[in-house]
Structure formats: structure tokens, C-alpha cells
């Protein structure tokens, strides 16, 4: 890289981060992305910061990087002036504390302007979203904690509503009182987030039906159908074979697992 690096370009992923998968695995499916269909030599960034506050090295330092086409009022290109931050957010989804406060002391070890990528585009991009533009337009302040938006819903009767969506939208039936206290008390008494409540609810919905599933091949393996026995299982209406049973049972899966993949 050469010497006149003299600022940052801040930039975000566009489509919404899955927050089921590593932050790892979220990088190298990038990274496959740019060397495979845009032909680069690698991932774009100079570094990437997740919401955990992590920051990871990409091109690094000393390597020039291929996020920022076009030229800086100055005439240099952006690229060549300037070092790429991912951060790891897309669409209606904000910056965390953490992921403001480590890219800041990031920027801070090689200071310098931070322009969000969309001030540097001739083509316009949304790039890196309303919050980091607006924090970059800013000069990068000291982020706030309270400026985080809260995830803990403020009373029991608010929790019990939101989780009554979650068993409704996901499990197709209302929490009976049990487990209804029993998450309202993960949220309100153990700071587990409606968004954890949520993947929790899903994870044994998933696990259930993969355990249904597996019943439904042990059962039928080497026998003719038995309807009585799909319907003991709960899964078959009129009509169903164990053959269309299995590829509901596997296409109720897949809609799930796309679910908590979006
Ligand atoms: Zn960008």
C-alpha cells in the first residue's frame, strides 16, 4: 500500500446478517462472493467488525483494497487512499456499542477521515446504511450505551405477547401458562433477548420435527404404509401416503430452517 493512505471508508453487507451463523463463515461465503463472481484476488475490506466487537483482519494494513471504486475529490482513488471497514450489518439492522466502539480505536491507531461509502460513490449506494453515514458524517464520536435501542421489553404483559407470537408463528399453537412463564422469566429475571427466546423456540420446533421424521422412517422401513400409525405421530391428514408425509415433514423443515436463516 502506498504511503498516502490517509482515510477510512466505511461500508456494510446491504441484505440483513444471519445472527445464527459465525461471524467466520459469514466472511468466507463473502469472500467467495468476490473472488468467484467478481473476479477480485480477495475479500474487498481491509478489515471487518462484527456486533460483537471483534475485528478482523482482511486485506489488512499494507494491502490495497477493491471496495470503493471511483476517485476521491481529490483525485486520488478511493482505494488506494483509503482502507475498507465491513461492518457487519445489513438492512434494518444498526450497529451495536461494541462494533462502534472497536472500529473507532481501529481508525484510531491510523487516524484519518471516515467517509461512508456512499459519499464516496458517483453510481449511489445505500452502503453502509443510515446509522453508520450518519456516525461517520458525525467524525466518528464515542458511541453512547444508551443510544442502543433495547432488546428487553419493559413489562411481563409485553413479553408475554411477543413470546405468544413466537409459539403461534412458529410451534402453529398458544404457549399454555407453563411455558409461558417459563420464557418470561428467561427475558425479564435472566436477560436472555426476545430474538434468543425466539431461535430457542425454534430450535426444539426443529428438533421435534427432525425426531417426527426419523419415527417416520424407522416406522415404515421395509413395511407398507400404516396411516394409522402417521396419524398417531400427528403430522398426516386424510389421503397422505408415508411418502408425501416424509416430504412434508421435510418441507415443514425447510421453511423453518429458511425461517431463521432470513
Ligand atoms: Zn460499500
Redesign the pocket.
Known amino acids: 500500500m502506498p504511503t498516502d493512505v490517509n482515510g477510512w471508508v466505511l461500508?456494510?453487507n446491504g441484505p440483513p446478517i444471519a445472527t445464527n451463523k459465525s461471524t467466520q463463515s459469514i466472511l468466507r461465503g463473502i469472500q467467495a462472493y468476490h473472488m468467484d463472481n467478481k473476479g477480485w484476488s480477495d475479500i474487498a475490506y481491509n478489515f471487518a467488525v462484527n456486533q460483537q466487537g471483534n475485528v478482523y483482519e482482511l486485506r489488512g494494513w499494507d494491502v490495497k483494497g477493491a471496495?470503493?471504486s471511483g476517485r476521491a475529490p481529490d483525485g486520488k482513488r478511493w482505494n488506494a487512499s483509503s482502507r475498507a471497514i465491513l461492518f457487519l450489518i445489513g438492512e434494518g439492522q444498526r450497529p451495536t456499542f461494541a462494533a462502534l466502539t472497536e472500529a473507532r480505536k481501529l481508525i484510531g491507531m491510523k487516524p484519518g477521515k471516515a467517509t461512508p461509502?456512499q459519499d464516496a460513490s458517483s453510481t449511489g449506494?445505500a452502503?453502509?446504511g443510515p446509522d453508520l453515514t450518519e456516525w461517520a458524517r458525525n467524525f466518528h464520536p464515542e458511541p453512547q450505551q444508551q443510544d442502543q435501542p433495547k432488546e428487553v421489553p419493559m413489562t411481563n404483559a409485553e413479553a408475554e405477547t411477543k413470546i405468544a407470537m413466537f409459539y403461534k408463528s412458529i410451534l402453529g399453537h398458544a404457549p399454555d401458562s407453563t411455558g409461558l412463564q417459563f420464557w418470561v422469566d428467561e427475558v425479564q429475571d435472566k436477560g436472555r433477548t426476545l430474538g434468543q427466546v425466539e431461535r430457542a423456540i425454534t430450535n426444539q420446533a426443529l428438533g421435534k420435527l427432525r425426531r417426527d421424521v426419523e419415527a417416520l422412517q424407522m416406522l415404515f422401513k421395509g413395511h407398507t404404509a400404516d396411516i394409522d400409525g402417521l396419524r398417531a405421530l400427528n403430522k398426516v391428514g386424510d389421503g397422505m401416503t408415508p411418502d408425501s408425509a416424509e416430504v412434508y415433514a421435510d418441507a415443514v423443515i425447510d421453511q423453518i430452517i429458511e425461517r431463521l436463516e432470513s
Do not use: G
Request: aromatic share 12%; glycine share 0%.
Open positions: 461500508h456494510w471496495a470503493t461509502h449506494t452502503c453502509p
